[in-house]
């Protein structure tokens, strides 16, 4: 099994550009989810899946798209990047949300984008 | 107020040493605590989590819970340089679920051989 993987490993926008970070998994899990990492704020969610066809917004949704047409896919697309979207930006995914926390969430390497 | 709050560092210590990673809280209502490992340049990999106040042991890492002062540590016996990462506690907001996380901001941990 590969994992989680993601794409690009980096990537520098301007300013109003668009992009989709893209994260896959071959694991048949339920859950998918997107966190941005920036320094001194820990991880933060940005949007989740509970399964195909389904997304909700996390705690920082704004700026941020999402859709799961697929299982194993759960594309993040910026729509209009800012600075402020500067970060690492981390997909991860479990067996179930039903499993609650404990339910071990493996990450993805990463992606690190600079908004110019 | 962060909900979660944790020294950023960073700690350095020798090898060998006991290390300890604390983190505070200000939500009594927090189910599960967790601790994540993140190696340089990857993502963050769960490496233990507890649900009632005490001890867990796995290893050489306890994880210790303390409701009745919102404090939890990860303590790291006899460290290894390979133990160098960012360490990351993460707590559950009632009915959570994995969407419910709520993460500190991560210790940098170095062990000097």
């Known amino acids: 099994n590969a994992g989680v993987t993601q794409t690009p490993k980096f990537q520098v926008l301007k300013t109003g550009q668009s992009m989709t970070l893209q994260c896959a998994q071959d694991m048949n899990h339920e859950y998918m989810s997107w966190y941005r990492q920036d320094p001194g704020m820990g991880l933060r969610l940005i949007h989740y899946s509970v399964g195909a066809g389904i997304t909700d917004q996390g705690e920082v949704p704004n700026g941020y798209n999402v859709s799961r047409s697929t299982t194993e896919d759960f594309p993040l697309r910026l729509l209009s990047a800012a600075p402020s979207q500067t970060s690492v930006y981390f997909c991860a995914s479990s067996y179930s949300v039903l499993a609650g926390a404990t339910d071990t969430q493996y990450f993805g390497p990463g992606t690190r984008l600079t908004v110019l | 107020q962060k909900e979660v709050e944790q020294d950023p560092g960073p700690l350095s210590v020798p090898e060998g040493a006991i290390v300890s990673l604390n983190c505070t809280y200000s939500?009594?209502?927090?189910?599960?605590f967790m601790w994540y490992r993140q190696y340089s340049r990857k993502g963050p990999e769960l490496l233990m989590y507890?649900?009632?106040?005490g001890n867990k042991e796995d290893g050489r890492f306890t994880a210790q819970v303390d409701k009745s002062s919102k404090y939890i540590s990860l303590f790291i016996r006899d460290s290894q340089p390979s133990d160098s990462a960012t360490y990351l506690c993460?707590?559950?907001?009632?009915?959570?679920?994995?969407?419910?996380?709520?993460f500190g901001q991560g210790t940098r941990l170095t062990i000097n051989p």
């Open positions: 993460a707590m559950t907001k009632p009915g959570g679920g994995a969407q419910k996380l709520v």
């Open positions: 507890t649900y009632s106040s």
């Open positions: 939500n009594s209502a927090f189910q599960y």
